[in-house]
């Protein structure tokens, strides 16, 4: 099976630094096979036959924590996970100069629809949904400032989602399709 591999708060601000090649280094050595690193931010795809997918979650932390010293919290999604958030991002949708699309993936824990209670939604402004897995929002860029979804920086549910752009997550689906053919 092809996963990813979502870690937060690496390489951001000078903070948590990993270099890229030790950490590909990291998870074979953990056991998992064909691993691809994307970008500096912690996108990590494998492919692994064992454990559950919530299992492999502790395995990465584990590892990362015993090679780099550094308690990073690590969402994993199948292919199966991602294909099903990539498809219910309409193609319309862009980070671009006129719009933000951000994709929040959740953890394991809080992953239900019922985690939109806690968002601050201006209808409006904010496009936002639930998918398995992650919240999609959507906003022309002349609006950010007044979305409500801000608000969720420094949130208590900030603290339990990994962020990446929907450009971001195009590709690394694109590269999990790759692996997985």
Known sequence: MVYIALLRGINVGGKNKIDMKLLKQTFEQAGMNDVVTYI???NIIFSYKGELRTEL???LEEAIYNDFGLQIKVVVRSVD???GIINAIPDTWKNDKEMKTDVMFLWDEIDDDSVLKNLVIKPNIDTVKYVPGAIIWFVEKKNVTKSGMVKIIGSKLYK???VRNVNTA???YELMQ???D
């Open 170 to 172: 195009r590709k690394i």
């Open 57 to 59: 979650s502790h395995v």
């Open 81 to 83: 996970d991602i294909r």
């Open 178 to 180: 790759a692996q997985n």
């Open 160 to 162: 339990q989602v990994t």
């Open 40 to 42: 500096n931010t912690g």
